[in-house]
């Protein structure tokens, strides 16, 4: 029996209670209230009319207007929907890193928990996306309480170790998710930059909102390696003996470029970056981010 509350701590609930996470985008979805969508459909509020094309449902053709303009005319209306989100969690190898016991997949484990249980505690579908070089598992979305427990068994499940390539998994969801919603990344995003960009602008182009949670490890940020270290390579490459402190200014200028050129496209494509390490507290963390995009939100 997997244990639940090691992915949901009462520190994390407790900062993350009080906030709801809301799409800035507009989403599609079914009736609920929360969310404003341009899917036109012919059940709830009037919206406008549009010009009649071969094809379209006769029954909804506005016959007072064609007796004034002589032209058909469809009645288009306005629904009220929820949002559906996609929590992408990245299951490669390089996500079993660690140097202070919890591992980035694990860090990611918990954010997905908290975001799922924020999701569905405001009545909106969440699913979930296990991936590395393909898709792994795939838990349609759904705002049912068992959510929770289903990524949870789902996580649990799963060993990372295969390489990442985010190309083929970001561009088959991309056409197979049909409505706007909510595209949650969560990945240590060691793929070349380019291609993780066209990927999440494959999501942009289909009008989602896009969160990016990089995760990383405070080592491979900072690269605090006192003594001659043996690193063992991940996700196909070989291990490599080195002198750290040799290396050290080198390699975090490369860390700071490649954060910095993430961070840019990512502003680009009006995508929300959020770079986290796994030594800070989760609580912290979520709700300031949280907090921070509701205040945008309300300054859009």
């Known amino acids: 029996m997997p244990n639940y509350r090691k ?55 506005d016959w007072k207007v064609y007796a004034k303009a002589d032209r058909f005319y469809i009645k288009r209306y306005e629904e009220e929907t929820n949002l559906k989100s996609y929590i992408l969690l990245d299951s490669s190898e390089s996500m079993r890193y660690s140097s202070n016991g919890m591992s980035k997949y694990e860090y990611g484990c918990h954010i997905a928990a908290a975001l799922t249980f924020l999701l569905t505690r405001q009545q909106d579908a969440v699913g979930l996306v296990l991936f590395d070089n ?18 949870i068994d789902a996580v649990d499940a799963v060993a ?18 049909k409505r706007r919603g909510m595209i949650i990344l969560i990945s240590d995003l ?34 605090d390696f006192k003594e001659n270290t043996l690193f063992k ?24 470029r490649f954060i910095t050129d993430v961070r ?26 949280l907090a921070s995009r509701n205040r945008g939100r309300r300054g859009n």
């Open 7 to 61: 992915y949901l701590s009462p520190e994390v609930l407790s900062r993350i209670s009080r906030l709801d996470l809301k799409a800035r985008l507009i989403v599609e979805g079914f009736i609920s209230g929360l969310h404003k969508s341009p899917f036109h459909g012919f059940s709830v509020e009037f919206a406008e009319h549009r010009e009649y094309v071969p094809g379209d449902d006769i029954r909804h053709i």
């Open 134 to 151: 393909e898709i792994r598992k795939l838990i349609p979305p759904s705002s049912h309480p068992s959510m929770l427990k289903n990524l």
């Open 160 to 177: 990372p170790g295969k390489k990442t390539r985010v190309a083929p998994v970001f561009h088959r969801l991309a056409e197979e998710i």
């Open 190 to 223: 060691f793929v070349p930059v380019p291609e993780l960009l066209k990927g999440l602008q494959h999501f942009k182009h289909r009008r989602h909102d896009v969160l990016l949670f990089h995760v990383m490890d405070p080592m491979e940020v900072n690269f």
């Open 233 to 256: 390579g991940m996700e196909g490459y070989p291990d490599l003996l080195a002198e750290p402190r040799s290396l050290r200014k080198a390699y975090r200028s490369a860390v700071q």
């Open 264 to 289: 840019r496209g990512s502003t680009a494509f009006r995508i929300d970056y959020n770079l986290i390490q796994t030594s800070e507290s989760l609580g912290t963390a979520l709700s300031s981010y």
